[in-house]
């Protein structure tokens, strides 16, 4: 929650999407019964994490998550962003704007059935809403990859010191035999794939469901003509 609190308070235009993005990823902590034991097992308060599978860290968590997700590519990246106009939006791929954003909920639901380390039906789920939302909006490739780079950074910062701070911890609580064997650094290689595959989903989110773009391309569209614009 620091860099989140941060960001907010240093950049008020961000402020909106960050508490949108916040208020719907917020929600997927109460996921935790799917991941407690078979993916870890940590402490929480009132060990209600342990007692009932659910625990309030998840929830603060997953709100972080979501406002850094969001706002981490705008905030490096300052650059305005405008609407889609009518025609832009009515380019045929967007035929599939509604079914692109609701393919991680549709993808994680599917893979669920196969009984895998729900680490990996959730990686795989927001990969899938990644490749859709730039197939859906290609013009959201930038935000895709840098958006993962980041937030992949700046969770490995968390996740060393994790380790550093309080030495013993990942062994302690992860689940690490039901793991991948390759740990970099010591850390599961999932918690990595999970960072980048979160930061490329949520980094497009806001722009797909607002229908809104970097302003630098749309002046580019625009000035090519509007048939251009929805191609």
């Given at each position: 929650?620091?860099?989140?609190?941060?960001?907010?308070?240093?950049?008020?235009?961000?402020?909106?999407?960050?508490?949108?993005?916040?208020?719907?990823?917020?929600?997927?902590?109460?996921?935790?019964?799917?991941?407690?034991?078979?993916?870890?097992?940590?402490?929480?308060?009132f060990d209600l994490a342990q007692r009932t599978g659910f625990d309030i860290e998840s929830i603060?968590?997953?709100?972080?998550?979501?406002?850094?997700?969001?706002?981490?590519?705008?905030?490096?990246?300052?650059?305005?962003?405008?609407?889609?106009?009518?025609?832009?939006?009515?380019?045929?791929?967007?035929?599939?704007?509604?079914?692109?954003?609701?393919?991680?909920?549709?993808?994680?639901?599917?893979?669920?059935?196969?009984?895998?380390?729900?680490?990996?039906?959730?990686?795989?789920?927001?990969?899938?809403?990644?490749?859709?939302?730039?197939?859906?909006?290609?013009?959201?490739?930038?935000?895709?990859?840098?958006?993962?780079?980041?937030?992949?950074?700046?969770?490995?910062?968390?996740?060393?010191?994790?380790?550093?701070?309080?030495?013993?911890?990942?062994?302690?609580?992860?689940?690490?035999?039901?793991?991948l064997p390759w740990r970099p650094a010591g850390l599961p290689v999932e918690e990595f794939l999970?960072?980048?595959?979160?930061?490329?989903?949520?980094?497009?989110?806001?722009?797909?469901?607002?229908?809104?773009?970097?302003?630098?391309?749309?002046?580019?569209?625009?000035?090519?003509?509007?048939?251009?614009?929805?191609?």
């Open positions: 929650m620091l860099p989140w609190a941060l960001l907010f308070i240093t950049r008020p235009a961000l402020r909106g999407a960050m508490l949108w993005a916040s208020a719907l990823t917020a929600p997927f902590g109460l996921t935790e019964p799917l991941f407690v034991p078979a993916y870890w097992n940590p402490p929480s308060l603060i968590f997953c709100f972080a998550l979501g406002g850094l997700g969001v706002a981490g590519y705008r905030a490096l990246v300052p650059v305005p962003f405008r609407r889609l106009d009518d025609h832009a939006r009515s380019s045929a791929r967007h035929r599939w704007h509604l079914a692109a954003l609701a393919s991680p909920a549709l993808v994680f639901g599917g893979l669920t059935s196969l009984h895998w380390n729900p680490i990996y039906t959730g990686i795989l789920a927001m990969v899938a809403g990644a490749a859709t939302t730039v197939w859906c909006r290609p013009d959201l490739w930038r935000n895709a990859l840098f958006g993962g780079g980041l937030f992949l950074a700046l969770y490995t910062v968390f996740l060393l010191g994790l380790k550093w701070f309080w030495p013993g911890y990942i062994e302690a609580v992860w689940n690490l035999g039901a793991l999970f960072g980048f595959a979160f930061g490329m989903y949520w980094s497009c989110v806001y722009e797909h469901v607002t229908w809104t773009q970097r302003g630098a391309e749309s002046v580019r569209l625009d000035a090519t003509g509007r048939e251009k614009a929805a191609q």
